[in-house]
Nanobody, 129 residues
């Protein structure tokens, strides 16, 4: 359902743009989250674009990462600037029908990976000099 691309090796301070193709979805109806998982660490939410126009970011990427979507092309993007070694991970996009919330107390909290129904296979990002 979802296919990520755009990962690679980049130096600290560099940029990458990840893409998430959603060929099997009616994208306007879905919220799309970006998650990442580093070796030996738990999967964590990075960003989210909701079906009703909201965008959310984890604190450590605010001001550096930008999520966007092109519903007509069925694409979601994660622009990552000023990358740091701590950003090294496999990045996944995931889809959930309907909207998601910024509130951690909400059943629909965007960082809750269990909320998402569809996942991509991941793309590896390595930030290293």
């Amino acid at each position: 359902q979802l296919v990520e691309s755009g990962g690679g090796l980049v130096q600290p301070g560099g940029s990458l743009r990840l893409s998430c193709e959603t060929p099997g979805l009616t994208l306007p109806a879905y919220s799309i989250g970006w998650f990442r998982q580093a070796p030996g660490k738990e999967r964590e939410g990075v960003s989210c674009t909701t079906n009703d126009g909201h965008t959310y970011y984890r604190d450590s990427v605010k001001g550096r990462f930008t999520v966007s979507r092109d519903n007509a092309k069925k694409m979601v993007y994660l622009q990552m600037d000023n990358l740091k070694p701590d950003d090294t991970a496999t990045y996944y996009c995931a889809a959930e029908y309907g909207t998601l919330s910024h509130a951690s107390s909400s059943y629909y909290f965007w960082e809750n990976a269990a909320r998402y129904d569809y996942w991509g296979q991941g793309t590896r990002v390595t930030v290293s000099s």
